[in-house]
């Protein structure tokens, strides 16, 4: 499994830098399990729903607790975790622009579809018909972390809202729960943000 785990972390980076997905053109390294709860919010609806959590011993178990233990991202009124139900989500974002891309897993047998949104890609793994949110990637500064971050802010303004990034590197990997906060910088400018979905040992 820590294998497993080595070669889909390589795969994220090389997305990321390529801006290019598995055949696709989108950034779309995935890794989804057979197990989700939801913690979607709308304030339109001001409901609030969670899935039980199905487990097995399958990559990619987490449960989405229904809290803020997780690294989310939040457009309008919809915060979007990983390994969240997709359907709801994919609802209550509305309209995606043009169809969605769909292609074969990097990691898993199953399919990968990416829906494109004004700033963002939402990424989600089909499994046999059940759909979960993997990756979420910013595309653009006209969207930005729950924390504050967007792309074009400086090294500076980025590190007082986490944490110091590591003398020569350009990047500030951030686990919290079974999210992966991923920042990478170019010329101590941030230059892509993506959310992925942790895959467990």
Not at 84 to 100: N, Q, W
Not at 134 to 145: A, G, M, P, W
Request: hydrophobic content about 35%; overall charge negative.
């Amino acid at each position: 499994m820590k294998k497993l785990q080595r070669i889909v972390t390589v795969g994220m980076l090389g997305c990321m830098l390529a801006l290019s997905g598995c055949g696709s053109g989108g950034e779309s390294t995935t890794a989804a399990g057979n197990a989700a709860t939801e913690a979607v919010k709308t304030t339109e609806n001001k409901t609030e729903s969670t899935a039980d959590t199905k487990k097995d011993t399958e990559p990619g178990d987490a449960a989405v607790p229904d809290n803020e233990e997780n690294w989310y991202f939040k457009k309008g009124d919809v915060k979007i975790y990983m390994y969240a139900p997709a359907d709801p989500v994919i609802e209550a974002l509305g309209a995606y622009k043009g169809e969605p891309f769909e292609s074969p897993s990097c990691a898993f047998d199953g399919v990968d579809i990416a829906y494109s949104y004004p700033g963002f890609d939402l990424y989600v793994f089909d499994n046999k018909g059940e759909r979960v949110i993997t990756q979420v990637v910013l595309r653009d500064d006209t969207v930005q972390t729950a924390e504050g971050a967007y792309i074009g802010m400086d090294l500076g303004h980025v590190e007082k809202l986490y944490t110091a990034v590591e003398d020569g590197k350009n990047n500030l990997q951030l686990t919290k729960g079974n999210c992966t906060l991923m920042i990478i910088f170019k010329d101590d400018v941030v230059s892509s943000i993506q959310y992925s979905a942790k895959i467990d040992e």
